[in-house]
T-cell receptor, first 114, second 111 residues
Framework: ETGVTQTPRHLVMGMTNKKSLKCEQH?????MYWYKQSAKKPLELMFV???????ENNSVPSRFSPECPNSSHLFLHLHTLQPEDSALYLC?????????????FGPGTRLTVL | GQNIDQPTEMTATEGAIVQINCTYQ??????LFWYQQHAGEAPTFLSY????GLEEKGRFSSFLSRSKGYSYLLLKELQMKDSASYLC????????????FGRGTQLTVWP
């Protein structure tokens, strides 16, 4: 248990659906991240939020829309996805008080787009 | 990309020692991380190196050579539960800077 939770753990959706992924941490961390992990590919950063402000968008298609209402919660809104978007979506938060400024990951949402 | 390379798969037996190598090419290097990821679970932080040398933490050690763009993770006294994917990640720029991950090394420990 890293203290970062994600819901749902599994999601199957059609290409015309709209769904949202949720990430929550109560560790007092101020930076939160969305990553995508596809089979046989490296973990890929999608978005970075620092103190609720988006500081990085790694050229992510607009069908992925992040939202960070406060420093404990992060959402990823999904609409009109493609089958190639099927992947494990991981949320992470950053511990600035650690020597390493370590990122801690949630368990992920396994997304399947039909 | 940051050209982070690590072997795809490795196998070892219980009680043995295994070394997982990682090479990288990047500008603005600001730290190298190792994570462990069991199937279906979150990556968990193992170690961090920003200066050259060896960092030891129990059965796990990590080494960094910045001039060579090289790191390794050393696992001693292997246990079955160490079977997992081991991810090498490089941080660029500020400490808010993104992590660039390798594809991971799938380690299988046999009895």
């Amino acid at each position: 248990e890293t203290g970062v939770t994600q819901t749902p753990r599994h999601l199957v959706m059609g290409m015309t659906n709209k769904k949202s992924l949720k990430c929550e941490q109560h560790l007092g961390h101020n930076a939160m991240y969305w990553y995508k992990q596809s089979a046989k590919k490296p973990l890929e950063l999608m978005f970075v939020y620092n103190f609720k402000e988006q500081t990085e968008n790694n050229s992510v298609p607009s069908r992925f829309s992040p939202e960070c209402p406060n420093s404990s919660h992060l959402f990823l809104h999904l609409h009109t996805l493609q089958p190639e978007d099927s992947a494990l979506y991981l949320c992470a938060s950053r511990d600035r008080d650690s020597r390493a400024d370590t990122q801690y990951f949630g368990p992920g949402t396994r997304l399947t787009v039909l | 990309g940051q050209n982070i390379d690590q072997p795809t798969e490795m196998t070892a037996t219980e009680g043995a020692i295994v070394q997982i190598n990682c090479t990288y090419q990047t500008s603005g290097f600001n730290g190298l991380f190792w994570y462990q990821q069991h199937a279906g679970e979150a990556p968990t932080f193992l170690s961090y190196n920003v200066l050259d040398g060896l960092e030891e933490k129990g059965r796990f050690s990590s080494f960094l050579s910045r001039s060579k763009g090289y790191s390794y993770l050393l696992l001693k006294e292997l246990q079955m539960k160490d079977s997992a994917s081991y991810l090498c990640a490089v941080r660029r720029g500020s400490t808010l800077g993104r992590l660039y991950f390798g594809r991971g090394t799938q380690l299988t420990v046999w009895p």
